[in-house]
């Protein structure tokens, strides 16, 4: 199975909020979203968020398989939390199979 993991932080220092802020009249996870799924690449998508709102305009993906089945804790959202901490945690928490395609 190939599967997407997708970061998105609340808590952005440069750009406050910058995941459901608009861009093209939408929220910048929902063009993510609507873009990952048009390429057809991926059997799940997955959303690594420490947010409500962002689980929230997420659900109306879940027909095309997008899930965000946790909030992801603090320890993992902060400034100096690195992408790969994020991934490898969503990872540990979802328990994958091993022949499983993880992408970013």
């Known amino acids: 199975m190939n599967i997407a993991i997708i970061p998105s932080r609340i808590g952005s220092k440069r750009i406050k909020k910058k995941n459901i802020k608009l861009f093209l009249g939408n ?18 998508i997955y959303v690594s968020t420490d947010s409500q709102k ?8 879940r027909k ?32 994958f199979n091993k022949n499983d395609n993880i992408f970013c």
């Open 64 to 95: 095309n398989n997008v899930y965000v089945p946790f909030l992801r804790p603090k320890i993992y959202s902060g400034d100096h939390v690195g992408t790969r901490d994020v991934i490898l945690h969503s990872i540990r928490k979802l328990e």
């Open 54 to 61: 962002v689980k929230l305009l997420c659900k109306k993906f």
């Open 27 to 44: 929220p910048i996870i929902q063009v993510t979203l609507e873009n990952l799924i048009k390429m057809n690449l991926f059997d799940k």
